[in-house]
């Protein structure tokens, strides 16, 4: 059974700092590029951050630059660095393989984790 449980968010001022961290299933960590996505209310959710299972990381470009992704993969853990945390940052964050194409057709989220940036 697959399972992806996130966790480290938060209410943060702006400028912050926040760490979150996802458990997944070693049946997809091991062999998927991983991603963090975000979903703000009513809108679509969207990768912000991927990484390979080498190592290869990719951003979006609204987080390009505050934002870091790794991965622990003798956790089967994936990580997102959050830094210089802005109001529009706010939103549910999900982990799940990368790309969203794939991501879709696992068909499995977990509950996300909330942050919110505000003073």
């Known amino acids: 059974q697959v399972q992806l449980v996130e966790s480290g968010g938060g209410l943060v001022q702006p400028g912050g700092s926040l760490r979150l961290s996802c458990a997944a299933s070693?049946?997809?960590?091991?062999?998927?590029?991983m991603g963090w996505y975000r979903q703000d209310p009513g809108k679509q959710r969207e990768l912000v951050a991927g990484i390979t299972t080498g190592g290869v990381t990719k951003y979006d470009e609204s987080v390009k630059g505050r934002f870091a992704i790794s991965r622990d993969n003798a956790k089967n853990t994936l990580y997102l660095q959050m830094n210089s945390l802005k109001p529009e940052d706010t939103a549910v964050y999900y982990c799940?393989?990368?790309?969203?194409?794939?991501?879709?057709?696992?068909?499995?989220w977990g509950q996300g984790t909330q942050v919110t940036v505000s003073s």
């Open positions: 799940n393989v990368s790309p969203r194409v794939l991501a879709k057709a696992l068909g499995v």
């Open positions: 070693e049946s997809i960590f091991r062999t998927n590029a």
